[in-house]
């Protein structure tokens, strides 16, 4: 009595337990998910036109750069910046010298008429020759003419080619010895030789106009349902665009087509 007695309490609760495990199993259970629409996959549409646009801006500005110029066009440049007394220095005493030395030659030699009625006429023509020749040419000429005076005793034609050739050589020794600030300008001619260009590198400023270009901008245009459309997109689109279901561009489609 007293073992049967303990045993059906137990048989009560066992009982109660597995109605009990149903229930527990149905909450227990995950909750159905709800269907996701998921958005329609990018169509590719062939690129039907492209062109690169650069968007550019200019500007005005103080600027300084560096040029190339022959030298002898420097030296012009530099000896017409001097003032007009230095720059013909030498002509001015070479045709002083000359005139002098005229003068004075046709008042030893020649008689007071003759002297009168032609100084003005050989000192202007002597002042003439010496801004040519130059005080070289000048000491060349009295110089020449002396020797050819003393070797053709007094006769006036040796003495003019006396001072014909003195005026030459002494032309040129002067030259070789103080060379103008200038050289003289090489000869055109087919026979001429060609000189050796010497060029200097020299730095100007002034305005210059500046441009600045800005990164490239491709303007687009594609076929989209029957409908052309234009973007403006920052790269290369290539020979096809990857677009939406709304007809955007989303990125190249990196791929050719045939």
């Known amino acids: 009595m007293h073992f049967g007695a303990a045993i059906y309490p137990g048989l009560i609760c066992m009982a109660m337990a597995l109605l009990a ?32 646009t650069l968007a550019s801006t200019s500007s005005v500005e103080q600027t300084c750069w560096q040029v ?8 012009v440049r530099q ?33 007071a008429a003759v002297y009168k009625r032609w100084a003005v006429p050989v000192v202007v023509g ?35 080619v006396g001072m014909i050739g003195g005026a030459l050589a002494g032309k040129a020794v002067w030259d070789m010895v103080f060379p103008p600030a200038v050289p003289p300008e090489p000869g055109t001619g087919p026979d001429d030789d060609i000189p050796v260009e010497v060029f200097l590198r020299e730095q100007q400023c002034g305005t210059r106009l500046q441009t600045a270009h800005s990164q490239s901008v ?11 459309r234009v973007a403006e997109l920052p790269y290369d ?3 096809a665009l990857l ?16």
């Open 126 to 160: 002597s002042a003439g020759a010496g801004f040519v020749l130059g005080p070289g040419g000048v000491a060349g000429a009295v110089i020449g003419g002396s020797i050819g005076d003393k070797l053709g005793k007094h006769k006036p034609a040796p003495i003019a």
């Open 218 to 228: 491709y303007r687009v245009g594609y076929r989209f349902n029957d409908e052309e």
């Open 243 to 258: 677009v939406s279901a709304s007809g955007d561009v989303t990125g190249p489609a990196r791929k050719r087509l045939d």
């Open 21 to 52: 495990l149903p229930a527990l199993g149905q909450d227990s259970a995950p909750a159905p998910v709800a269907d996701v629409e998921l958005p329609p996959p990018p169509v590719v549409v062939p690129v039907l036109y492209a062109y690169a």
């Open 68 to 75: 190339l110029i022959p030298e002898r066009q420097y030296l």
């Open 79 to 111: 000896n017409n910046a001097k003032p007009w007394l230095l720059r013909n220095a030498v002509p001015l005493i070479g045709a002083a010298m000359g005139g002098f030395t005229g003068g004075f030659l046709l008042k030893r030699h020649a008689t």
């Open 237 to 239: 689109p290539g020979e």
